[in-house]
């Protein structure tokens, strides 16, 4: 059982920052309703606050890591370009989807799209995080700031799916591969 | 067992609404900013080679971290300017959820090349 380096750089980057992101959005907006809006609840304590700054800062953290290593660490390889005379593409992801009409989509739209609407979701979210932390509890008497904190986490979930949806889809089209051989574990015979 | 902190009350806000209105708009003014380099990067050579910072990320690179040095310079000016002032907080939300949404639309690549 083996991967290759930038095979795990893709899933770092998509895995571990951008799912990552994705199930913490769900969270942050639930956290963000009950805390701020709903008028069941209670009013939160320093603990509840505490936590919600700490999570908002950490959901800040894994954005920018998506979009840094995603423009920094695996785009280069995808859009890497091939020396002339080369016959196989499977280390240039970009010109195997540019070399068919059937798959071109995934990058003039997926890929074009993507590359820029990721970067959304880190500053809509670091903005949400600034205002709750700047705010904390008193965020509860400026409603305007209540509402743009929640739709601005609600752009960033959306921003954050769309590049994480045709990541994977593209990834699978046209996978990031080479670099060296990372040995995971010997198969055992039966 | 945490209590809760009743300074500032719901009818008596404690902090004037400025820094988060400040923290909005740029957010907003940054979205829209990397969404007209993109354009401009699509559909000018020149702008295109301008931007290539970093030549293994090609003009990805200088659209984004203009685009992040713009919001980041914007908010600290509105910030700066703001801080201790309570602004209309409905036309800074308007503002900046329509210039979201038009940075939302103009990276779409369909609607990019209809410029």
Not at chain 1, 58 to 79: D, E, K
Not at chain 2, 8 to 21: E, K, L, V
């Amino acid at each position: 059982m083996e991967i290759t380096s930038r095979g795990l750089w893709t899933l770092i980057h998509g895995m571990g920052f951008g799912a990552l992101y994705l199930l913490a959005c769900s969270g942050a907006l639930v956290e963000l309703y009950r805390s701020t809006i709903s008028s069941v609840s209670q009013e939160s304590t320093r603990g509840q606050q505490r936590f919600l700054n700490v999570y908002l800062i950490t959901m800040a953290v894994l954005a920018w890591a998506a979009v840094l290593s995603g423009a920094y660490v695996i785009y280069p390889w995808y859009r890497a370009v091939p020396p002339p005379g080369t016959t196989g593409l499977a280390m240039y992801p970009q010109r195997i989807l540019m070399s068919s009409a059937a798959t071109i989509g995934w990058h003039t739209l997926g890929m074009e799209w993507k590359e820029h609407v990721a970067w959304f979701a880190p500053m809509s979210i670091t903005t949400a995080a600034f205002v709750v932390i700047r705010y904390g509890r008193d965020l509860r008497n400026h409603p305007q700031l209540r509402t743009a904190v929640i739709c601005f986490t609600l752009v960033s979930f959306l921003a954050a799916g769309i590049a994480g949806i045709f990541g994977a889809l593209i990834n699978k089209q046209a996978p990031v591969q080479g670099g060296h051989v990372i040995q995971l574990a010997s198969g055992g015979g039966k | 067992m945490n209590k809760p902190n009743h300074a500032g009350s719901p009818a008596n806000p404690t902090i004037p609404n400025g820094s988060g209105a400040a923290a909005v708009l740029a957010a907003g003014i940054g979205a829209f900013a990397l969404a007209v380099l993109a354009v401009a990067g699509d559909k000018s050579a020149l702008v295109k080679t301008s931007l290539n910072l970093y030549p293994p990320t090609g003009p990805l690179s200088g659209v984004t971290s203009v685009a992040v040095l713009l919001w980041v310079l914007t908010w600290a000016i509105l910030d700066w300017r703001w801080r201790s002032r309570s602004v209309a907080m409905r036309p800074v939300n308007v503002a900046a959820l329509v210039l979201l949404g038009l940075s939302l639309l103009m990276t779409f690549p369909p609607i990019v090349d209809l410029f």
